[in-house]
């Protein structure tokens, strides 16, 4: 049978307009999503937004609409952008659909009759702009006297009547968890992080509200409705058919994977588990959690308004580009600066100079001195066998490193192979022994071929679109996929005129 994954995304809130940080969450979910697909494994990749709660209402009437048609068009905003983004997502869930609220309401039941929630008061602080609960002691004040969360969002006063989950009771259970399988949380800085955070103690959490009605409607609870949280977490669920056990998508729960950022590791790391056990369900195998692209120093939020539209930047530089820059540049789970010069440094130096010139090189001399046909293989030299070994090496390599979301690394790992690549071409020279050795010249053509087609096949996730066309020009039919590596490339065939996959950037002149 083929084995299942499930990989997902944050939903976003629409609150406001997507931006650089929601796209990539999103495209590194996708490369993953993308490489299992092309690894043989049957995926289902979710993504999709978050639209109850007070801070999605408060944007809606700022604007003076009603919060679901406010909804509509920032869900679809969020979607196009997605799609323009290339995000190979399997379903769009919003949670304001009619199979979210089904198995919302069946959660809360679930964990109800599991006597783990129970109705009290709460009062406290609260942070709209994070819809989160926070204590007095993780606050600090203001010169002006006002307080903030850790975030640095504003806290307001709440006090109402609310129905609790008992989380104080889910400690040890937690704990074990992280204990027994330390790839739940990576990276394992914020492993250390949740882990003391629940062994300081968990206080039973509020999960419904009274004071505002733009949510999910607690079942036989007039006047409550769920904490937007609770809502949100149980969309991974809700897109596998919950409660409907013999839903054709059950078969993908628990996920293997929850993509999130470093500001939300909490919610999944902490509260879903706990809702999960509570609710007897089966807990998802890996939270992931992504560090922040920063401008000016400066996380970008759509709070703060130092936004980039990652739609403008691939209109400016090229999706493919985009999406290589932003796995390539900063290691997954920690921050980095997003900078123009940064972005046309990557794509001068490693995609046009070291992995373009290497194919437009080789596949040029195959048009010219082969007459365009695919060279065939010779008895392979020293010098050969470590290009091709290393080249052969690189698809566990990278899985690996798919696994453990250290797309930086694996990307390093495919350019020491390309950079050896151009290495050997320098030093074989096919171009000369075109006049003294034919043979050996056509060996040495096949040879970079051979190592091009495993490096463009690798990088499919990361650049689709590109790779396609270098995939093309090397004379790779439609079998793309990872296991296609081990059957040679037809011999006899005449390849593609080549053309070049990655121009230079060249700033226009202002
Ligand atoms: O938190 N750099 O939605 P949200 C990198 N609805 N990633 C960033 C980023 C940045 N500057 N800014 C945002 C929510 N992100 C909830 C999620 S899930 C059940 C509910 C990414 O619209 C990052 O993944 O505020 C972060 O966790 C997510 O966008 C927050 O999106």
Known sequence: MTQTCFITTPIYYVNGAPHIGHAYTSIAADVMARFKRLDGYDVFFLTGTDEHGQKVEKAAADKGVDPQTFADTVSADFRAMSDAMGISYDDWIRTTEERHK????????????????????????????????????????????????????PVEWVREPSYFFRLSAFQDRLLKLYEEHPEFIAPSSRRNEVTSFVKGGLNDLSISRTTFNWGIQVPDAPGHVMYVWLDALNNYVTACGFPDEQAPRWKYWPADVHFVGKDIIRFHA????A????????????????????????KMSKSLGNVVEPRKLAEIFGLDQIRYFLLREKPFGADGSLSHAAIISRINVDLANDLGNLAQRSLSLVARNCGGVLPTRGTPTEDDKALLDAAAALPDLMRAHIDRQTFHDGLEEVWKVIRAANGYIDRQAPWALNKTDKARMGAVLRVLV?????????????????????????????????????????????????????????????
């Open 102 to 153: 089904v198995s919302c309401a069946e959660l809360w039941r679930r964990i109800e009759k599991n006597g783990d929630i129970y109705l009290g008061h709460y009062e406290g602080w609260y942070a709209v702009r994070d819809e989160a609960f926070y204590d007095e002691a993780e606050l600090t004040t203001r010169p002006d006297g006002s307080k903030v969360a850790p975030s640095g969002a």
């Open 450 to 510: 051979d190592t091009i087609r495993v490096v463009a096949t690798l990088l499919q996730p990361f650049m689709p679109a590109s790779m396609a066309k270098m995939l093309d020009q090397l004379g790779v039919g439609d079998q793309r996929n990872f296991a296609a590596l081990a059957m040679p490339l037809p011999e006899g065939q005449t390849l593609p005129h080549p053309r070049g996959v990655f121009p230079r950037y060249v700033e226009p002149a202002t």
């Open 275 to 298: 809702f999960l056990m509570a609710a007897g369900l089966p807990l998802p195998r890996r939270v992931t959690s992504n560090g922040w692209w920063l401008m000016d120093g400066e």
């Open 270 to 273: 902490v509260y879903w588990p």
